[in-house]
C-alpha cells in the first residue's frame, strides 16, 4: 500500500515538475543542466550559478564525465537548458554523445558552451556544428597589446578588457553595461554567410590570435574585429545558444577583478563581467526577447466572419497580435516593423502593419485583380528576437459573370457598333423588301 502511495506521489511530483517546464505560456527555461569538468568550477564560478538559482532556476550540477549522465527519460527530455563548462573533456559522461546534445538544441532546447584555452576538439566540433569556428591551432590564445588589464595581466597581455559589445538592448538588457568585460581565452569566427550566428562581444581591431610563449614565425590567421570572443545563436527553431572561448569570463574572480584598460586613466573597481554573463544568459535562457503571435484575423471591410475565400478586388482588413515574454508576463510588443505579405509565389501586397500599442497590428489593402490561392504571410525575424513565421491560406477568385459591370464606358463604340449595324440591317430589310 505504502508503495502504491509512493508511486502516485513520484507521478504527481514529475507531473508537477513538467509543467514547471517550458511551455507556451512560460517560455523561460527552468531545468538547467551543468556539466562541470571539475566541482571546483562549482566555487570558482559560484556568483554566476548563484545569480541563476536566484533567478529561479533549477541547477542540476554534475560532473562532466559521470557515467550516469542523461538528457533524456522515456523520451522526455528532463532539462530546458544545457550548460557545458569542460573545455578539455574529449567526452562527456553517460549517453551524451555530441549527437545527443545536438539533439537536444535541435528540439528546441538552450545551450551554454564555455571553452578556455585548452579546448578539446570534441568541444570544437560541437562549437563548430553550432556554426562558430574556433581558432584551430590549439596553443594560440587571443593577444591584444593595446587593450589588456594592466593591472593583472601575467605580460602577455592574453588578459583582454574590452568594451566592444554588440548594441542590442534584447540581447544585452536595456541598461548599458559601463565597465569593460575581462576575457581570457581563444577566438573563433563566424561565417558571414551564417544569419544566425551573431558576435555580441568581439575583439579589437589591435587583437590577434597566436601563441604568447612563442615567437610569431608566420601572420596571425585571425586578427582584428574578426575575431569573435563570445557569440550567441538563435536557431531556426528558437533554441538559443551562447558559445564563449573563455570560460573565466563567468569566474569569481573575473566577476569581482577591478578593471583599467592600459594606457587609460579610468579605473573601474568591478569589471562589467557580472552584468554580461547576466544578461546574457537571461536572453539564452528566454527571460527576453520572445514573442508569440496569436488571433490572426482577416475579414471584408464592413464585416466582421471570417470568410472562406475572397473576390478578386476586394477590400480587406488583417489583424493579429503580438507578445513579447518579459520573464513574468506577456507585455505588448510594440514595433513599425511589423509586415504582411498576400503571396501566391512571390508577394503581390506588402503592407507594413499599424500597431495600437496594446499588441494588436492591423492593415486594410485591396486584394489584387488576380486569382489563386493565396496567403497572409507574416515572417517576422529581427536581431535576438524569436523568429514569428506565421502563415494562413485563402483562396481568391474571379468575379462571377453577374458580378461584373453591365456596361462599361470604353465599350461605347463597340456598343455603337453593334446597334448600328442592326439598325442599318432594319433599314436595309424594308427598303429591299418594299421598294422595286
Ligand atoms: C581550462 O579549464 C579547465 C577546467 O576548468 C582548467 O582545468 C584549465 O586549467 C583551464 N585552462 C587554462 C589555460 O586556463
Not at 531556426?236 to 569569481?252: E, K, P, Q, Y
Not at 563581467?273 to 475579414?299: C, M, P, T
Not at 499588441?359 to 486584394?367: A, I, M, P, R
Amino acid at each position: 500500500m505504502a508503495g502504491a502511495e509512493a508511486i502516485v506521489a513520484a507521478v504527481v511530483a514529475s507531473l508537477i515538475l513538467s509543467c514547471a517546464a517550458f511551455t507556451e505560456e512560460n517560455p523561460t527555461d527552468r531545468r538547467v543542466l551543468v556539466l562541470l569538468e571539475d566541482l571546483a568550477i562549482e566555487s570558482t564560478h559560484s556568483l554566476f550559478f548563484k545569480s541563476l538559482s536566484d533567478r529561479g532556476y533549477e541547477l542540476d550540477l554534475k560532473l562532466s564525465t559521470d557515467p550516469k549522465l542523461a538528457l533524456q527519460r522515456y523520451g522526455e527530455y528532463l532539462y530546458d537548458a544545457l550548460v557545458i563548462f569542460s573545455p578539455s573533456v574529449e567526452k562527456l559522461g553517460g549517453s551524451l554523445t555530441s549527437e545527443a546534445v545536438l539533439d537536444f538544441v535541435d528540439s528546441g532546447h538552450d545551450l551554454i558552451l564555455a571553452a578556455n584555452s585548452t579546448t578539446s576538439q570534441f568541444i570544437r566540433n560541437l562549437a563548430a556544428e553550432c556554426g562558430v569556428e574556433f581558432e584551430e591551432d590549439f596553443d594560440s590564445v587571443v593577444i591584444d597589446h593595446l587593450s589588456f588589464d594592466d593591472a593583472r595581466d601575467a605580460k602577455d597581455h592574453s588578459l583582454l578588457a574590452t568594451k566592444s559589445l554588440i548594441k542590442s538592448k534584447v540581447i544585452l538588457g536595456a541598461k548599458e553595461i559601463q565597465a569593460p568585460i575581462l576575457y581570457r581565452g581563444i577566438g573563433h569566427v563566424v561565417s558571414p554567410a551564417n544569419s544566425l550566428a551573431i558576435k555580441v562581444l568581439t575583439a579589437s581591431s589591435s587583437a590577434y590570435s597566436a601563441n604568447p610563449n612563442a615567437v610569431l614565425a608566420s601572420p596571425p590567421a585571425l586578427t582584428g574585429t574578426s575575431i569573435g570572443l563570445v557569440s550567441v545563436v538563435q536557431a531556426r527553431n528558437n533554441a538559443r545558444i551562447l558559445i564563449s572561448g573563455s570560460l573565466d569570463m563567468f569566474s569569481d574572480n573575473f566577476i569581482n577583478s577591478p578593471v583599467r584598460i592600459t594606457g587609460s586613466t579610468e579605473r573601474f573597481d568591478k569589471s562589467g563581467n557580472q552584468e554580461f554573463v547576466d544578461e546574457l544568459s537571461k536572453w539564452v535562457f528566454h527571460e527576453r526577447g520572445h514573442l508569440k503571435a496569436v488571433n490572426l484575423q482577416h475579414h471584408k471591410v464592413g464585416e466582421s466572419g471570417e470568410p472562406s475565400m475572397y473576390r478578386i478586388t476586394d477590400h480587406l482588413e488583417f489583424s493579429l497580435e503580438i507578445y513579447e515574454w518579459t520573464g513574468k508576463n506577456w507585455q505588448p510588443y510594440q514595433a513599425d516593423d511589423v509586415q504582411v505579405e498576400f503571396y501566391m509565389m512571390s508577394p503581390y501586397v506588402l503592407k507594413t502593419l499599424n500597431h495600437n500599442g496594446k499588441g494588436k497590428y492591423e492593415t486594410s489593402f485591396q486584394v489584387p485583380d488576380v486569382y489563386g490561392v493565396f496567403q497572409f504571410k507574416v515572417d517576422y525575424k529581427r536581431l535576438g528576437y524569436t523568429t514569428l513565421d506565421l502563415s494562413k491560406q485563402i483562396p481568391v477568385r474571379p468575379s462571377r459573370h453577374n458580378e461584373y459591370e453591365r456596361f462599361i464606358k470604353a465599350a461605347y463604340p463597340y456598343y455603337g457598333g453593334a446597334f448600328s449595324m442592326m439598325a442599318g440591317f432594319f433599314v436595309f430589310g424594308i427598303a429591299f423588301l418594299y421598294h422595286k
